[in-house]
């Protein structure tokens, strides 16, 4: 479940609780050309969770602005900003404001959902719309955002050791929608695991193994994918595999992700019961802007994190 999280200051602008999937264009519409100014743009500032990155672009592009006075600045996969001309009877802007600027930094995920808010403990940087490429530009002085995402509610997260600083004064948090979650795997694992369970009969014999069809799909238990989460299954041989590289590589988000909160609680009851097994920890620290190590044709290490991702079981076998 996503909850929205607001400050307790009043914002500059009221924004609708709808999201929509479509796709928006840019148009000559920008700081460079006068599209907007300083004076009369509206910023709100989001941090949190990235699972609805593309939902938030995709509601401000087509919910909330004029399709013909637009422009959308995406500086990498955590920071992008839709600036426009809002849609008459969309929003309420503040006295000499016309126009808005939405920005996302997604960084971190849900637990910056939280802790960034103003009147929280932190700040963030967000792209910086006043320049001629914010694309390409440096990010803005970090802030308190306005409004911040989770994929898990605010307690859990506490709870969790995702938020630093404790919870905001007046936090309140609204339910938005629901994403659901679930644990991808390499290509090379799931063939291989496919010619396991046709061989075992877990699957019925006339699956191949590259078979794309749910009944030739094969699974692994929730107490297997506990026992890689947890550290005690660490190579493949166990579920009778045979790879020449045995390892089992775990690429997790980082503690403020609320992915990796629902994965701890999901498949290892913690943090809500004591004394239960912790999840793994990444092999150089708690990072989440950690470059993408489990692709490389020879990572260092067994466990990755890093945010903008889901949780992934991966295997020597065939990187994808």
Not at 17 to 34: E, H, K, N, P, V
Not at 117 to 134: D, K, R
């Amino acid at each position: 479940m996503n909850h929205l999280n607001l400050n307790h200051k009043a914002l500059a602008v009221a924004v609708a609780l709808a999201f929509s999937a479509a796709s928006g264009s840019a148009f000559a519409y920008s700081f460079s050309d006068g599209g907007y100014t300083v004076a009369n743009t509206a910023v709100v500032n989001i941090s949190g969770s990235s699972a609805t990155n593309g939902q938030t672009k995709a509601w401000a592009q087509s919910v909330l602005c004029d399709s013909t006075k637009q422009v959308t600045w995406s500086k990498d996969s955590n920071h992008f900003a839709v600036v426009c001309t809002p849609k008459p009877g969309v929003v309420a802007l503040s006295a000499g404001k016309t126009q808005i600027a939405v920005v996302k930094n997604s960084n971190g995920g849900s637990g910056n959902g939280i802790s960034k808010l103003a009147g929280g403990s932190g700040t963030l940087q967000y792209v910086n719309v006043f320049q001629a490429n914010p694309a390409t530009g440096a990010l803005g002085t970090a802030v308190g955002s306005n409004i911040g995402v989770s994929d898990e509610e605010p307690d859990l997260l506490l709870a969790a050791g995702a938020v630093t600083g404790g919870k905001p004064a007046g936090l309140v948090s609204t339910a938005l929608n629901v994403v659901t979650f679930g644990t991808p795997v390499t290509l090379g694992l799931r063939n291989a695991l496919q010619t396991a369970q046709i061989a075992s009969g877990k699957l019925d014999p006339s699956c191949t193994a590259g078979n794309e069809t749910e009944a030739c799909m094969p699974s692994l238990s929730q107490s297997q994918i506990a026992s890689i989460f947890g550290g005690n299954l660490v190579g493949w041989s166990e579920l009778g595999l045979s790879p020449a590289d045995d390892t089992v590589y775990v690429a997790r988000r980082p503690v403020t992700s609320g992915t990796q909160a629902a994965a701890r609680v999901f498949f290892l009851n913690e943090p809500c019961a004591a004394n239960m097994v912790q999840f793994v920890n990444g092999d150089s620290g708690e990072s989440g802007t950690k470059a993408d190590a489990c692709n490389s044709a020879a990572p260092a290490g067994r466990v990755f994190e890093g945010s903008g991702g889901p949780v992934v079981i991966a295997s020597g076998l065939r990187r994808p």
